[in-house]
Nanobody, 124 residues
Framework: QLQLVESGGGAVQPGGSLRLSCVTS????????IGWFRQAPGKEREGVSCISGSGGMPDYADSVKGRFTISRDNARNTVYLQMNSLKPEDTAVYFC?????????????????WGQGTQVTVSS
């Protein structure tokens, strides 16, 4: 059974950092693109970052460029999202998702498998 499990969310003050992890099981992580998405209350799900199956060509939403870094460890079946300089507008439920293919995209509709999400709250 294909599964993705996120962890690492929590409550932090503005300017703080969190590292989200996405552990996958049931399928080899190699050759599969992984994306991170978020959804705030009353808003649509939006792409945050994505990375190709090979680990190359990461992409970021303009709102997080220079603050967030995506990385993957295929040997551990884990993808990370390091989030620095967090802002209140980063508050959302964060999801990781996997494609059937290696090419990464920020379009959530292109992802077939989703985790349950982890809450990130940035507030003073």
């Amino acid at each position: 059974q294909l599964q993705l499990v996120e962890s690492g969310g929590g409550a932090v003050q503005p300017g703080g950092s969190l590292r989200l992890s996405c552990v996958t099981s049931g399928f080899p992580l190699d050759y599969r693109a992984i994306g991170w998405f978020r959804q705030a209350p009353g808003k649509e799900r939006e792409g945050v970052s994505c990375i190709s199956g090979s680990g190359g060509m990461p992409d970021y939403a303009d709102s997080v460029k220079g603050r967030f870094t995506i990385s993957r460890d295929n040997a551990r079946n884990t993808v990370y999202l390091q989030m620095n300089s967090l802002k209140p507008e980063d508050t959302a439920v964060y999801f990781c998702a996997a494609r059937r293919y290696a090419t990464a995209t920020m379009n959530p509709g292109a992802y077939a498998y989703w985790g349950q999400g982890t809450q990130v709250t940035v507030s003073s």
